[in-house]
């Protein structure tokens, strides 16, 4: 089973950038899709972005459209978001997350989550 740890969340004015990564253990990192979700309390997890094993297929919520980007650099083990334009309402802790080759939109789809980073806009 993969392990994931992610890194690069903090505060950042609206308007802002940030960039997350995700590392993974493990050799057969490659062969995973990775996405991204974030939640904040008393919600459910949300699905932000998603990237297939080789890179070549990427998925985004609506409401990150246009201002995030995931990549993925399979000889480092590790998958990036970056975010431009943030706004308040992306306050959130963010998870990265790994499922066999094909990415999906459903978080119950997942089987390895990080422990997740916080990620604060402020207006």
């Known amino acids: 089973q993969v392990q994931l740890v992610e890194s690069g969340g903090g505060l950042v004015q609206a308007g802002g950038s940030l960039r997350l990564s995700c590392a993974a253990s493990g050799r057969t990192f490659s062969s995973y899709a990775m996405g991204w979700f974030r939640q904040v309390p008393g919600k459910e997890r949300e699905f932000v972005a998603a990237?297939?094993?080789?890179?070549?297929?990427?998925y985004y919520a609506d409401s990150v459209k246009g201002r995030f980007t995931i990549s993925r650099d399979n000889a480092k083990n590790t998958v990036y978001l970056q975010m431009n334009s943030l706004k308040p309402e992306d306050t959130a802790v963010y998870y990265c997350?790994?499922?066999?080759?094909?990415?999906?939109?459903?978080?119950?789809?997942?089987?390895?989550w990080g422990q997740g980073t916080q990620v604060t806009v402020s207006s």
């Open positions: 997350a790994a499922r066999p080759f094909i990415a999906t939109m459903a978080a119950d789809e997942y089987a390895a």
């Open positions: 990237i297939n094993w080789s890179g070549g297929n990427t």
